[in-house]
């Protein structure tokens, strides 16, 4: 063995690097210190070096009789070896992210975190890229990191057909996650560039079956949700392992060379809308108080068509009862017609009666008819309110 002992039977003193002539113990070991006292050979400070490395050597022997030169030495190295590299397979996914495996260059596998074990390079390799992580897209614009515009409009992006033939122009942002890390890194090319295109295209197909006014002011809402769903059909089609976050609108305005015009129209349209608005109120005011008078004219109308027609009905049975008595007792009967006329005649005008005293003499005595009226009117008043308005009493 390349240690072993060079020192030709002189009592096994020699070192590896071999002992000088003559050996016998006196020599100086390879650094040149001498070994000093104790019989052994030792130096004071604690064991040799020299001695320790013959020590290991001994042991290995044990182990590989044969050397560093033998099979046993050479299988026990490579066993190491492939120990190492079988362990290099180890990898750990964070808890944001997606290990995507791949076995000589092609999807095998996605692993989720936590600490995994993958065949070792080259026979697979590992990625681990972040899944919640938002990515942020911007199209019709360009900002820099602070947010603030920095490359201003981009008009090939913005503008925008509506769905009445106006042209708008719209900034918009789109928020994504990886949702499948194995879609995402391989059955895309450039997934930054198909989510732009797509929500592009979402965008214009929404905006085309809207009008532009309502696109100006009260269909923002929509118009996000609209473009987030088809946008999100679209990327699930392509099995781009994406999932849209946000679609969230920065600004709708109308072109910068026709802003002017577009605002004179917007005024133009409000000025409508505000006489529309009160021509309506006019007539929801004019036309109910309309109605509300030809109903009550129809069933005053009713009332008293019903009240003729009932009248004459009361008197016709009246006068069929009346002649039935009559023919049965014609004196009676006229009699007592005589006296219901008088009585309807004067029951409603003031009289005054005068007997013709006994033994009179027949002088007409003095009457204070005006005395007389009067005395009668304030008793008819007092009878009225004693009796809640009552009916005075005939004389």
Do not use: C
């Not at 109308?254 to 009160?278: I, S, T, Y």
């Amino acid at each position: 063995m390349p240690w072993n002992n060079q020192g030709g039977g002189q009592g096994g003193g020699g070192g590896p690097w071999g002992s000088p002539p003559g050996g016998g113990g006196n020599g100086n070991n390879p650094w040149g210190r001498p070994p000093g006292g104790g019989g052994n050979g030792q130096p004071p400070g604690g064991p040799d070096l020299e001695d320790l490395l013959r020590k290991g050597q001994e042991r290995f022997k044990k182990i590989a009789p044969g050397g560093f030169g033998g099979g046993r030495g050479i299988a026990l190295g490579l066993l190491v070896l492939v120990g190492l590299w079988g362990l290099s397979g180890i990898y750990r996914v964070e808890s944001d992210e997606q290990g995507v495996v791949r076995r000589f260059g092609q999807y095998v596998r996605t692993e989720q975190p936590g600490l995994r074990y993958h065949l070792p390079a080259p026979i697979e390799v590992a990625e681990t890229p972040k899944v919640t992580r938002v990515n942020r897209m911007e199209i019709g614009f360009r900002s820099s990191g602070d947010g603030r515009r920095a490359g201003g409009d981009v008009p090939d992006e913005s503008l925008m057909l509506t769905g009445d033939e106006n042209i708008i122009d719209i900034d918009f942002t789109v928020f994504w996650v990886i949702k499948d890390a194995g879609n995402y890194l391989f059955k895309i090319r450039d997934p930054e560039q198909t989510v732009k295109k797509a929500a592009e295209s979402a965008m214009r197909e929404v905006i085309g079956r809207t009008e532009i006014q309502p696109a100006l002011t009260e269909a923002r809402q929509d118009i996000e949700q609209s473009t987030k769903t088809l946008l999100q059909a679209m990327l699930d089609e392509y099995q781009s392992g994406i999932e849209i976050s946000q679609v969230q609108l920065q600004k709708v305005d109308p072109p910068g060379p026709v802003v002017d015009a577009f605002n004179d129209v917007q005024r133009a349209r409000q000025d409508r809308e505000r006489l529309r608005n009160e021509a309506e109120a006019y007539r929801n005011d004019i036309i109910p108080r309309a109605r509300g008078e030809a109903e009550q004219l129809i069933q005053q109308a009713s009332a008293y068509r019903e009240q003729v027609v009932s009248l004459a009905q009361g008197d016709s049975q009246r006068f069929a009862q009346v002649l039935s008595a009559y023919t049965q007792a014609p004196e009676v009967t006229a009699r007592r017609l005589y006296l219901e006329t008088m009585q309807e005649v004067l029951g409603g005008t003031n009289k005054i009666i005068i007997d013709q005293p006994r033994g009179g003499t027949g002088v007409m005595p003095f009457l204070p008819l005006n005395e007389l009226t009067r005395q009668l009117r304030d008793q008819t008043q007092r009878a009225n309110d004693g009796q809640g308005g009552s009916a005075a009493p005939r004389q």
